[in-house]
């Protein structure tokens, strides 16, 4: 068995997808295979750069300091120094640009082809018969026949999570029935699961593809492969994550970082609009128990520097658990903003765990939003939550989603005065607008107005029912909200393309939780010319 992971996806932590299915076939008595093929990617990239032209000469001096910059960021000391950090990635980041080629811009997070699109199956297919477009057609030339040695007619799973690794994803699969005739095909992960599960799935890869899977994979993949399934628990859980195999000393990040989930799906799973509800994915978790030895057994074998907890919100039980001490070392994840943050003395004790940093979908500082959304926060709760972790040390990372069918531009400027009010308790802030998911059930309910004719779209365009379009919620964000200077300053400290994945190491390594007195306060209000 081989077990595949394409670029592009960040390239700072191994993917725990494929280490759950190497972990489940493994112990079923299956020789495995692993390759993050996102991260040699990424290196395949920055080892093959050219010069940049005289002309271009921050494109040359980030060639140059390419490797020292590498180094760097697998270096905990720069990331204490943000202007250190943020020239090592911005510098590394345009160097792999620019040996992305002509017809594809491609980034340490990001690949964007300016003729095809990973939405529309017909690109996707033209990639298995024109490889040589991908920016990665040398590498995996020289990979696959590597990995694919001895395989015979065995199984080759391939790992699709994000849209960022659908192109490439399918020049592998293409050099892979190439390379291999016989080797059957499977494909799985999060981005195949949301087209699968789409009412507008006609199976575009038949022929090419030999199974497809939609959610967890282990289970399908030991009766594929003829073994029992003893090993994997309700809901396809598999018990393990195996990363031998992996490059782990090679990842963008100080330290190996491993990534972990206690659940599927979402213990709340009540949202509107929400992509989890709309595909149906179903809400499984481990008991605390299973955690605490599963975590026990991973930090004792691989000695991680962090651990990030992948689940959509960390089940109540499993916080509660790690109240008492566990896991003891450094970790961050989504938390649901409720009555447990708002108790001081249990923020303390999360603290006390590792807890570096939690991720909060606030989404809104409208109540009336929040409400209509049945998201289940309330914003007295919030504000004592935020309170509550900044004096615990705990770093924050709020998400705010703008533009949605609820909200109204007084709403937006609700959100702006609470985040306001409450910024020196925020450590980062994620700003997003709003995507309808193209098969949410609330889609139904506003005049729709598709994007484009792609057959694997996630999400579609619709008329605002109150005239708040995209064009508004834009120019509103980048007129005002990221004006004001407190908010100004919280965003400014974002990492740049790592985002919330590299946010905890900059919390580890630097002073993130201490506030200067002389921070920035206060928010002008444009509309009436007041400042609160």
């Not at 190497?22 to 080892?47: I, Q, S």
């Not at 309700?234 to 490059?247: H, T, V």
Request: charged share 25%; proline share 7%; hydrophobic share 40%.
């Amino acid at each position: 068995m081989l077990l595949l992971y394409p670029p592009v996806a960040k390239p700072c932590e191994p993917p725990a997808g494929i280490a759950s299915l190497a972990g489940v076939v493994r112990r079923a008595g299956v020789v495995c295979r692993v390759a993050d093929l996102g991260l040699e990617g990424m290196v395949h990239l920055l080892d093959g750069a050219g010069v940049p032209p005289a002309g271009d000469r921050w494109g040359r001096r980030a060639w140059k300091n390419r490797e020292a910059n590498l180094r760097a960021l697998r270096e905990p000391g720069t990331y204490g120094n943000v202007s250190r950090y943020r020239k090592a990635v911005l510098e590394l980041n345009r160097v792999v640009e620019s040996a992305g080629g002509g017809g594809v811009r491609v980034g340490l997070a990001n690949y964007q082809d300016h003729e095809l699109t990973p939405t529309r199956s017909a690109d996707l297919l033209r990639m298995v018969v024109e490889p040589e477009r991908s920016p990665f057609f040398a590498l995996l030339r020289r990979r696959l026949p590597e990995l694919l040695n001895d395989q015979g007619d065995g199984w080759v799973g391939v790992s699709l999570n994000y849209l960022s690794q659908a192109l490439s994803g399918f020049t592998l699969i293409g050099l892979v029935r190439r390379l291999a005739p016989a080797t059957r095909v499977i494909v799985g992960g999060g981005l195949m699961t949301s087209w699968m599960r789409s009412p507008r799935w006609a199976e575009p890869f038949a022929g090419l593809i030999d199974h497809c899977v939609a959610g967890p994979g282990e289970a399908p993949l030991l009766a594929l492969l003829g073994r029992s399934d003893g090993a994997v628990g309700e809901g396809g859980r598999s018990g393990g994550l195996d990363f031998d195999g992996l490059m782990l000393d090679d990842y963008v990040a100080p330290g190996f970082i491993v990534p972990y989930s206690c659940s599927s799906g979402c213990y709340w799973n009540r949202c509107s609009f929400c992509p989890e509800r709309a595909e149906g994915n179903r809400f499984v978790m481990k008991s605390p128990a299973e955690v605490h030895a599963e975590l026990t057994g991973l930090t004792q074998r691989y000695r991680p520097g962090l651990l990030h907890l992948l689940d959509n919100g960390v089940p109540p039980a499993v916080l509660d658990s790690f109240t008492a001490g566990y896991p003891g070392v450094p970790w961050y994840g989504f938390a649901r903003i409720d009555k447990r943050l708002a108790d001081a003395d249990f923020c303390r004790r999360l603290k006390a765990s590792g807890c570096v940093m939690l991720k909060l979908g606030l989404e809104s500082g409208s109540q009336r939003v929040l409400d209509t959304l049945d998201k289940g926060i309330d914003l007295d709760t919030a504000a004592q939550a935020l309170a509550n972790l900044r004096r615990a040390g705990i770093a924050t990372y709020v998400y705010l989603l703008f533009g949605t069918p609820a909200e109204t531009e007084e709403d937006a400027r609700r959100t702006m005065s609470f985040v306001g009010d409450h910024h020196r308790a925020i450590t980062f802030l994620n700003l997003a607008i709003f995507n309808m998911p193209i098969d949410s059930p609330e889609a139904a309910t506003v005049e729709t107005m598709p994007f484009s004719d792609d057959d694997l779209a996630l999400y579609t365009d619709f008329r605002h029912p109150q005239g708040w379009d995209r064009r508004q919620v834009r120019r509103f964000l980048d007129r005002e909200f990221k004006r004001q200077p407190p908010l100004a300053a919280i965003l400014r400290r974002d990492p740049p393309l790592f985002t919330s994945n590299h946010a905890p190491l900059l919390v580890m390594n630097g002073r993130w939780m201490e506030r200067d007195s002389r921070e920035p306060g206060g928010i002008t209000n444009r509309k009436s010319g007041t400042g609160r």
